[in-house]
């Protein structure tokens, strides 16, 4: 049965039960927790109080505690093989870290306040979004920038890599739009928009479908939006939350509708079949 993290802004993280809908666990880290991420039984949060926690799933205790950026880490991603993780942080920096032994390995430095991060498939690429409307692309070998755009005319609050093959880039937007771009060249394919729907916050997340083949988002309305990624057209409106819709999820494995996850700022998590 899969496992959901939740974040929150009370320093914690919990393990829900996705059949019974009651937490497992809860990990705690003492400061507003904006993004979590999952490899296998480790649990990386960002933090606010400008640091990476990991935690042992098994043990619920912190195995590291990263303390390298200058301001608040608003973003985290493991590598596909969990032997890394990456960081973006208000400080305009994204940072790589070893998994393992907890050493910083390298800083890439941005103009502008990272907001999201994603790896690509095989892990050699890093995507991040910024609050300059831009999403840049990085070497993680080297600690290259690749390349850079800039498709939104506000601040991007999520990025993430298509599950199959990885051509191409979901991004999300305070300009209340979500775009398909090329992985190869950051050019925008498709724009996915409703009339209805508001980007609530700065990291506001947006994810694929495990198949690649539908997209989901949270609005600033309550509304759960799910998009056609080939067609475009936003397949339904999911109306349950009564309050701005922070981030939502889908979980790996599964087909058709099930297991797709909505949190809300009241503290509210929907399980949509």
């Given amino acids: ?113 990272c907001n999201a991060v994603d790896f690509s498939g095989e892990g050699a690429t890093v995507v991040s979004g910024h609050q300059d409307g831009s999403v840049r692309l990085w070497d993680i070998g080297t600690g290259a920038k690749i390349d850079e755009s800039k498709p939104h005319a506000n601040q991007v609050t999520s990025c993430r890599f298509s599950p199959r093959g990885g051509m191409q880039i979901l991004t999300c937007s305070r300009d209340n739009k979500l775009k398909l771009l090329d992985a ?33 988002a949270g609005s600033a309305t309550g509304t759960v939006h799910v998009w056609e990624t080939i067609t475009g057209r936003c397949r339904q409106n999911l109306t349950q939350h009564q309050t701005a819709v922070s981030s939502c999820a889908w979980a790996p494995g599964t087909g058709g509708w099930q297991q797709v996850a909505s949190c809300d700022k009241n503290g509210y998590i929907n399980m949509w079949d």
């Fill in 184 to 216: 190869r060249t950051l050019q925008a394919i498709s724009t996915l928009s409703h009339e209805s729907f508001r980007v609530a916050q700065n990291w506001s997340r947006a994810t694929f479908s495990p198949d690649g083949q539908y997209v989901v």
């Fill in 1 to 113: 049965q899969p496992v959901l993290l939740s974040a929150s802004s009370d320093g914690s993280v919990k393990m829900w039960d996705t059949a019974s809908g009651r937490a497992k666990s809860t990990l705690r880290g003492g400061q507003p927790i904006i993004d979590v991420d999952v490899y296998d039984n480790l649990v990386a949060g960002a933090s606010t109080d400008r640091s990476v926690r990991i935690w042992d799933m098994r043990t619920e205790r912190i195995k590291f505690h990263g303390t390298g950026h200058s301001n608040k880490v608003h973003a985290v991603r493991f590598s596909p093989d969990g032997r890394h993780m990456v960081t973006g942080s208000t400080d305009r920096t994204l940072k790589l870290w070893d998994t393992l032994s907890g050493r910083e390995v390298r800083t890439l430095r941005s103009s502008s306040t």
